[in-house]
């Protein structure tokens, strides 16, 4: 098991703002409990190696368990420490997959397999979000509450970091039903789905917003990579994080 992190970053964000770090864990190293036969113990260290890798304190770190839902959680002073807390173990985890806040310091940190992993930072407000949107996702239409929770908040004006996730070329979909057909693409009798392109075109339906899609394709990619769809259950669990700092 390794115990480093290593990031992709997005200039993206740092053109706009220096006070947001932010990005895409790549070499494997396992931070999803329950994972891969690692023990919490050791899903604790590699937690805490990421967090110090991106230059956060580890006991500062916020995940949620993520279920494929629409569900939204706006972490902000007043409930800050409750959800660090919850956000120690599994079993005390809040369930969602999506987070939204305006206080600094703190990893909004979102666990991904194959699904997409969405950073973003307002422009024209204090606030980043990170979203944990795969194609149950977007059945569930967690792209749409967040898009909608983040209007509500003023944020209509967006810079947006699609990362490394399943790509159209290896998504098929044939046999799932409820999927945006403007997204699917027939290849002889087959059938794929193109993540990142919906994810971008469904945030800019909601607001302004500068977007970018990372090009690397994880379940084509084993070296760098945890992928479900390639991996079954024996498979393992990368971060991307985005957070404001001081």
Not at 35 to 45: P, S
Not at 160 to 183: F, K, M, N, T
Not at 233 to 245: A, I, K, R, W
Request: some cysteine; proline content about 3%.
């Amino acid at each position: 098991m390794h115990h480093s992190a290593t990031f992709d970053t997005v200039d993206l964000f740092t053109q706009h703002n220096k006070n947001i770090k932010h990005g895409f864990a790549y070499g494997r190293l396992n931070i999803g409990f329950g994972k891969r036969n690692d023990t919490d113990e050791a899903v604790v260290r590699n937690r805490s190696a990421t967090a110090e890798a991106a230059g956060f304190a580890p006991e500062n770190i916020i995940s949620l368990k993520q279920t494929h839902s629409n569900i939204v959680h706006v972490v902000d002073e007043s409930n800050k420490a409750d959800y660090i807390s919850h956000s120690k173990s599994y079993a005390t985890m809040y369930e969602g997959d999506a987070l939204i806040t305006n206080i600094e310091n703190v990893m909004l940190c979102v666990q991904t397999a194959d699904c997409a992993p969405i950073l973003i930072a307002a422009k024209n407000k204090k606030y980043v979000a990170a979203i944990h949107c795969g194609w149950r996702g977007v059945i569930s239409g967690i792209i749409d509450s967040t898009m909608d929770k983040l209007k509500s908040l003023g944020c209509d004006d967006l810079l947006v970091a699609i990362g490394p996730c399943i790509h159209r070329e290896s998504l098929e979909c044939s046999g799932i039903d409820g999927l945006p057909e403007s997204h699917i693409f027939n290849v002889g009798d087959r059938k794929f789905f193109d993540l990142p392109l919906y994810c971008k075109d469904r945030i800019e339906s909601f607001v302004s917003a500068e977007c970018y899609i990372s090009p690397y394709d994880t379940y084509a990619m084993p070296d760098r990579y945890f992928s479900y769809r390639r991996e079954q259950e024996s498979y393992g669990v990368q971060f991307s994080f985005v957070g404001l700092v001081c």
